[in-house]
């Protein structure tokens, strides 16, 4: 059987709103968009007032927005209008900066923000990040780590994750992470794992912060060789600076959403291989 994906979510011909105020960036953005995805229509805007009368005219499936606007506004007033429109779905509001890692860590973004997206990674990884939430696409072959020690909410995220044609491997403990991950770098496993996916708070002695720690320090491995993402429930600004700080290459805020889940997961998946295959950094 094919695996699901979550077009159903958005319409059919997804309404894209691009908010930067450089012409030639909207420009190469909605280029790169509408080869992958021609039924897409991009909405590009220079300022937040344009952005406001983008909303006016009608809904949006998906948001991207640079956090300087020299057009008028900031990113971060573009997802708030975005959140305050009348008749607007909640739907991805993305912010797009080379400062995306330095606003996360400090906490800076507001809850208006969905995500965050690194310019560095160049236009090209934004377009497949973008075509994630517009029309998620299988990694074929990818296995995920999943470490969470409660079974119900393990079973509900495990089917979320198969339902996107990803394997998963999950465990009550680090410590038995740790036993897989090991017995994979000794070539004495039948699992390869591309992904780790850990909830923060676990029964044991360790905990998702020594998960990140371990596998970024004792086993070598970079964010691109293995990425980890790190699922919390923690408000607590300083606790999740330490773990992206740490080595995790994002976190999924609880309760867990399911599109922004795969997305999250499928981008880092996409991007360790376009490092290339087993990569370190």
Do not use: W
């Not at 059919?12 to 953005?29: C, F, H, N, Q, T």
């Not at 020690?149 to 044609?165: F, I, Q």
Request: glycine share 8%.
């Amino acid at each position: 059987m094919p695996p699901q994906d979550l077009r159903h979510l958005i319409s059919e011909a997804p309404r894209v709103m691009v908010v930067d105020g450089s012409k030639m960036v909207r420009k190469l953005i909605a280029d790169v968009l509408k080869r992958d995805l021609p039924q897409v229509e991009v909405v590009g805007c220079a300022s937040l007032a344009e952005a406001r009368k983008a909303l006016a005219d009608g809904p949006v499936d998906l948001v991207t927005t640079a956090l300087s606007l020299k057009g008028g506004g900031t990113g971060l007033e573009v997802a708030r209008a975005v959140r305050e429109a009348a008749g607007q779905a909640y739907v991805p509001v993305i912010v797009v900066s080379g400062e995306a890692q330095a606003h996360l860590e400090e906490r800076r973004f507001t809850e208006f923000v969905t995500d965050y997206f690194d310019k560095a990674l160049g236009h090209e990884a934004l377009a497949a990040f973008i075509h994630g939430y517009v029309a998620p696409e299988a990694v074929p072959g990818a296995t995920v780590l999943y470490v969470e020690d409660s079974r119900v909410v393990a079973e509900t995220t495990k089917r979320m994750l198969e339902r996107h044609d990803l394997k998963v491997v999950h465990v009550l403990r680090a410590e038995d992470a740790f036993a897989l991950l090991t017995a994979e770098s000794l070539g004495m496993s039948t699992h390869q794992f591309d992904v780790v996916l850990t909830d923060v708070t676990l029964k044991g002695e360790l905990s998702g912060v020594d998960i990140v720690q371990r596998v970024r320090v004792d086993f070598g491995y970079g964010k691109r060789r293995l990425p980890i993402l790190v699922m919390t429930g923690d408000s607590n600004r300083d606790n999740q600076a330490e773990l992206l700080q740490s080595g995790a290459n994002d976190l999924v805020l609880k309760p867990i959403e399911e599109r922004l889940l795969v997305t999250k997961v499928l981008f880092q998946l996409r991007l360790a291989r376009m490092a290339g295959p087993r990569e370190d950094g």
